[in-house]
C-alpha cells in the first residue's frame, strides 16, 4: 500500500498533492517555485510584498487593485494626483509648494496678488494683461502716459501740474494769459513774441515808443498831445 507502478518501485505522493513529488508513501516535497502542504501554492519572486502582491507562477509579482511597483510596494494615487504623494491607495497627498483636492494647483509666492497674478509653479509670480511688479500689485498706465498713474489698468490720471489724455500738457500759472502765453514746466507762464508781463497780458509796444500805448503788438497809440509814428512829437 503506498507504492504504484509496475515493479511498484513509485511512491504515492500524498492525496491532493499539486506540484510536488515523493521518495516515501503519501509525501508532497514541492518542486521549486511552489509551496504548502498540497505543494498548490505558488512562491512570488523574493521581494514580492505579501500583503499588496501576489502570483500566478513562481518568480512574478503581480499587484493588487491600488499598488503598484516591481514588488508592489507603491501605493497609487487618486485618479488625475498631480503634484501628490500617497501611504495608502486612493490619497493625494500634496507636495510642498501645492494645493488643491488633486494637488495641481501650484503655490504662488507669498506676497503675490492672487487677484492680478498667478504661478505655474511653486514661489512665482506671473502677471496678468495690465499688471506688473514683483507681487503683480503695480497696475499699467495708459500706454504713452507721461505724468500720470493709475489705480487700475490703462488709466492715466495726471499728476499736479500736468493735463491732457497723456498728462503731457503742462499746466501755467493760474493767470497767465494762454493766448499770448505757453509753459514748459508746470506754474510758469513764458510770453509769445509781442508780449510781456507776469501773466503775458501786455502787449509789447512798438520798439522806441515814446508817449504811446497798444492793444495788439508793435502799435504805438499816441497819448493826448503827441504825434507821429513814435509818438516823440509834441502836437502844435
Not at 504662488?108 to 492672487?114: D, I, L, M, Q, Y
Not at 499770448?180 to 507776469?198: A, Q, S, T, Y
Not at 504811446?212 to 516823440?232: A, I
Request: with cysteine.
Amino acid at each position: 500500500m503506498g507504492w504504484k507502478g509496475e515493479n511498484c518501485d513509485e511512491c504515492h505522493p500524498y492525496p491532493g498533492c499539486v506540484h510536488g513529488t515523493c521518495n516515501q508513501p503519501w509525501e508532497c516535497t514541492c518542486q521549486e517555485g511552489f509551496e504548502g502542504i498540497l505543494c498548490n501554492k505558488t512562491v512570488c519572486s523574493v521581494k514580492c510584498h505579501k500583503e499588496h502582491g501576489f502570483c500566478e507562477k513562481p518568480g512574478e509579482c503581480l499587484c493588487k487593485s491600488g499598488w503598484k511597483g516591481e514588488n508592489c510596494d507603491q501605493c497609487q494615487t487618486a485618479p488625475g494626483c498631480v503634484q501628490g504623494t500617497c501611504i495608502e491607495p486612493g490619497q493625494c497627498n500634496c507636495e510642498a509648494g501645492w494645493e488643491g483636492e488633486l494637488c495641481d494647483k501650484a503655490i504662488c509666492s507669498e506676497k503675490c496678488n492672487v487677484e492680478h497674478g498667478f504661478c505655474l509653479k511653486p514661489g512665482e509670480c506671473r502677471c496678468k494683461v495690465g499688471w506688473k511688479g514683483e507681487n503683480c500689485d503695480e497696475c499699467h498706465a495708459y500706454p504713452g502716459c507721461m505724468h500720470g498713474t493709475c489705480s487700475k489698468p490703462w488709466e492715466c490720471t495726471c499728476e499736479e501740474g500736468w493735463k491732457g489724455t497723456l498728462c503731457n500738457k503742462t499746466v501755467c500759472s493760474e493767470k497767465c494769459n494762454l493766448e499770448h502765453g505757453f509753459c514748459l514746466k508746470p506754474g510758469e507762464c513764458r510770453c509769445k513774441v509781442g508780449w510781456k508781463g507776469d501773466n503775458c497780458d501786455k502787449c509789447q509796444p512798438n520798439p522806441g515808443c515814446v508817449n504811446g500805448t497798444c492793444d495788439q503788438p508793435w502799435e504805438c497809440n499816441c497819448l493826448p498831445g503827441f504825434r507821429g509814428k513814435l509818438c516823440n512829437l509834441e502836437n502844435e
